[in-house]
T-cell receptor
């Protein structure tokens, strides 16, 4: 069975501090991977997608970056957090034209 | 850029009612249409999908698609308190990978 694990579950970080969020998918070979962000009361916004290892496409510029160092791993990061980065970050995978399977998410509060 | 709009923003219905949720999209080349359900504080989960014009029923849920009208909908028969959640519609183009555009969601509350 496929599993998707996101870490950490929640973070409280100071403005200007660095951030790294992770996502691991097990049981699927070469999945398409996605990072989404949902502000409180806001729309699910796609941030990045990756079709293959080492290749990441940016969808929205939010002073964030993403990397896919391994087939089953997707990392979201920034060197300097902004207040506007607060929200719910979701990693998801799909294959072909299947639905997305989302991870359980990371809730981030920037203060 | 795909524009996906949902209506209504929120809905409160009594248990047992029939509930209708609407989604409009802007790109006529859209190919794949999904409904997701997100309980408070949780990740969205796929509920059901439709890929061609018409209707599809799964249990108490029916999805209806009219591509010419750029509209699809979700109908819930015999609504239950456990159906209370945020319902998100998602639309995808045939871009070679699944690239969903999500609506902002309809918050459904079913009162016992």
């Amino acid at each position: 069975a496929q599993t998707i694990h996101q870490w950490p579950v929640a973070e409280i970080k100071a403005v200007g501090s660095p951030l790294s969020l992770g996502c691991t998918i097990k049981g699927k070979s070469s999945p398409n991977l996605y990072w989404y962000w949902q502000a409180t009361g806001g729309t699910l916004q796609q941030l990045f997608y990756s079709i293959t290892v080492g290749q990441v496409e940016s969808v929205v510029q939010l002073n964030l970056s993403a990397s896919r160092p391994k087939d089953d791993q997707f990392i979201l990061s920034t060197e300097k957090l902004l207040l506007s980065h607060s929200g719910f970050y979701l990693c998801a995978w799909s294959q072909g034209y299947s639905d997305y399977t989302f991870g359980s998410g990371t809730r981030l509060l920037v203060i | 850029q795909q524009n996906v709009q949902q209506s209504p923003e929120s809905l409160i219905v009594p248990e047992g009612a029939r509930t209708s949720l609407n989604c409009t999209f802007s790109d006529s080349a859209s190919q794949y249409f999904w409904w997701y359900r997100q309980h408070s504080g949780k990740a969205p989960k796929a509920l059901m999908s439709i890929f061609s014009n018409g209707e599809k029923e799964e249990g108490r849920f029916t999805i209806h698609l009219n591509k010419a009208s750029l509209h699809f909908s979700l109908h819930i028969r015999d609504s239950q308190p456990s159906d209370s959640a945020l319902y998100l519609c998602a639309v995808s183009l045939n871009t070679g990978y699944q690239n969903f555009y999500f609506g902002k969601g309809t918050s459904l509350t079913v009162i016992p």
